[in-house]
């Protein structure tokens, strides 16, 4: 089967590790670049392919089977929308736009014209994430009653010279609890609502470096999660499990799933139940299961070479990225009002 020919949008930090991962598989060839800055241009120069300086003329000129888009969230909308009217397969960095109203508008507009888009939360492609979401639907752990999770690091202080990731809307909330929303939907189901609060007192800025979240799931579970851009700890997912090229491994887990018959670490991959009948009187077993090693990220670009192809359905398509996106905004308005936000209403603002 012939390698299919992909066009990347953005040569910045993620649009590069994806341009490298386009060029290391064998089921797709990197054809063409869209990247407005001089870097990009050297880039594409040195792997030998054409560096456009309007995405519009890429798409129309270079021939290709599908597109990665890589630029900055407020022009994914556009972007976007240009590849579906030109039918072609789109894998869409997080978050699926800038807002709902933008996410919904290439929801529709890919749901209309049956060109599929997946949303690059990659951490539904990693193996301790798919383990951990057969064994709960499977029902190893019974019915889920409470879940708990954490995202604990220290951020260079250099991340904070430029200036947005000082102000509102440049935090942990918006950058990065929209990957733990995302796996957290994945794993234990739809987000009914969510409660919040943060704090800045660790850094002093406008913006928030801390927060904890308290979460209603649609099938009755509770969940809560904490977070800090400015706390020292394992307490990670990227560095917990491994999976990350940019972070060091130290093995551990960030989150715990509870079921009714038996609880989950995970990234650590623990099952934890007592024997049949059993009950806090009683010693605790531990079962260690043992997903495949594989990377989410050459896994994600896998699935995306069989959605091109019509093999398989996105994994996360479109529609599951606005609803990710809009319980990532309910947290941030639920902290902001200090009121209990049902993520539906999110929807109909």
């Known amino acids: 089967m012939s390698s299919l020919r992909i066009g990347v949008m953005g040569a910045g930090i993620i649009g590069r590790e994806h341009i490298a991962l ?47 888009v890589a630029l900055p969230n407020a022009l994914h909308r556009d972007a976007g929308l240009a590849c579906i009217e030109r039918g072609l397969p789109t894998l869409m960095e997080k978050p699926i736009a800038d807002t709902l109203a933008a996410g919904l508008e290439l929801a529709e507009a890919s749901e209309a ?14 193996p301790d994430m798919v383990e951990a979401r057969r064994t709960i639907r499977d029902g190893e752990l019974g019915k889920l009653v409470a879940v708990n999770g954490m995202w604990l690091c220290r951020k260079h202080d250099a991340y904070f010279d430029q200036v947005w990731r000082r102000q509102v809307g440049g935090g942990p909330i918006l950058i990065n609890l929209i990957h733990e929303i995302d796996i ?13 609060v943060t ?10 470096d801390s927060f904890a979240v308290v979460i209603k799931f649609a099938n009755g579970a509770i969940g809560s999660f904490t977070g800090s851009d400015a706390v020292p700890s394992p307490w990670m997912w990227d560095v917990a499990s491994g999976q990350s090229p940019n972070f060091p491994h130290h093995p551990g887990s960030c989150y715990t799933i509870g079921g009714s018959r038996a609880s989950l670490s995970v990234p650590g991959m623990d099952v934890w139940a007592h024997e049949e ?71 109909t603002r």
């Open 22 to 68: 386009v060029g290391a598989s064998p089921d797709t060839r990197l054809t063409a670049i869209a990247d407005v800055t001089e870097s990009g241009r050297q880039l594409a120069e040195e792997l030998g392919v054409t560096c456009y300086a309007d995405y519009r003329e890429m798409l129309d000129d270079a021939a290709l089977d599908a597109v990665i």
């Open 113 to 126: 014209a049956g060109v599929p888009m997946l949303i690059g939360h990659h951490r539904r492609h990693s």
């Open 184 to 196: 957290l939907r994945f794993l234990c189901g739809e987000i009914e609502s969510v409660q919040a």
């Open 199 to 208: 704090g800045a007192a660790a850094r002093g800025f406008e913006v928030e």
């Open 277 to 347: 009948g059993g009950d806090w009187r009683q010693p605790l077993v531990r079962r260690r299961l043992q997903p495949p090693r594989t990377h989410c990220y050459p896994e994600q670009l896998a699935h995306f070479v069989a959605v091109i192809r019509g093999e398989a359905a996105p994994v996360i398509d479109a529609r599951e990225g606005v609803m990710t996106l809009a319980a990532t905004l309910a947290v941030s308005r639920a902290a902001a009002e200090g009121v209990r936000v049902q993520v539906s209403d999110m929807l």
